[in-house]
C-alpha cells in the first residue's frame, strides 16, 4: 500500500492491539514493521499517542505528526473539568 502512492501512513494503535489479540509485544512489533515499511517507501507516518510518553517514544522512531486525543477523550476531560469546578462553586 505505501509503495502504491500513499501520502501518509497512520499507525492505528489500538486497531492494531486489538488486531494481535491484545499482545503488546506483537503491536509493538507491527508497528516497527510499520514504521521501516514506511521509511523505505519514503512515506511520513504518525500515529495516534495515548499520551505524553507515547509521544516521545513515536518521536523518537520518527513519526511526523501525533494524534493527541479523540474526540470522546476531550469531551469526558471537560465534562470532568465542569463538573468539578461546579462543585467546587457550590462548596460541595
Known amino acids: 500500500i505505501l509503495k502504491a502512492g500513499a501520502d501518509v501512513a497512520f499507525v492505528g494503535s489500538t486497531d492494531l492491539l486489538v488486531d494481535v489479540g491484545l499482545d503488546a509485544g506483537a503491536a509493538a512489533e507491527r508497528t516497527e514493521a510499520i514504521v521501516a515499511a514506511a521509511a523505505e517507501a ?14 516521545a517514544r513515536m518521536a523518537e522512531q520518527g513519526a511526523r ?18 463538573a ?7 462548596g460541595a
Open 42 to 55: 519514503g512515506v511520513p507516518w504518525g500515529g495516534f499517542a495515548g499520551d505524553a510518553a507515547a509521544a
Open 65 to 82: 505528526y501525533l494524534v493527541v486525543g479523540s474526540d470522546l477523550a476531550l469531551l469526558g476531560a471537560a465534562c470532568r473539568d465542569a
Open 84 to 90: 468539578a469546578a461546579v462543585r467546587e462553586a457550590v
